[in-house]
């Protein structure tokens, strides 16, 4: 139905709290460098407009630091759109510090806390390979 794929993946030792705020960050992101993926304003049925969502599913998985790596480097090698999420994040306050802290890291060997890929569909599928839907 869909000729892309978006796929979030968040890591599996993270607090609940974390992965949801991770996985929240990651679809702003998504919607950010997709806009054309968003679907119309809902209108309920006394007329009242409501913002949009997503006109597409993006599929929620787990995996460990070494998988995220994984599914980062093939996302690069294949040109993907990606949006990471470092755990140094966790501890700044703002949009200017996060890319701070993410600039500082080692570009080769990313502290992947989540990462979002989004593309062709076989290409994100080869990404993701290995991993498991979030449960």
Known sequence: ??????????????ATWQR???VAFLATGVASAA????????VDADGRQYG??????????AGDLAGLQRAHRQGLERELT???????????GH????????MAEDADNLNLVGI???GPKKAVDKAIKGLK???
Not at 52 to 61: D, E, S, T
Not at 82 to 92: D, G, K, R
Not at 95 to 102: G, T, W
């Open 116 to 118: 979002a890929i989004r």
């Open 82 to 92: 990606l949006i990471p999420y470092v755990e140094a994040m966790f501890s700044t």
């Open 35 to 42: 806009p054309e993926m968003m679907g119309e304003p809902y």
């Open 1 to 14: 139905m869909f000729d892309t794929k978006i796929a979030l993946i968040v890591r599996d030792d993270l």
């Open 52 to 61: 949009n969502m997503a006109g597409q599913p993006m599929l929620v998985f």
């Open 95 to 102: 949009d200017a510090a996060n890319r701070e802290v993410f």
């Open 20 to 22: 949801l705020n991770v």
């Open 133 to 135: 839907l979030h449960g």
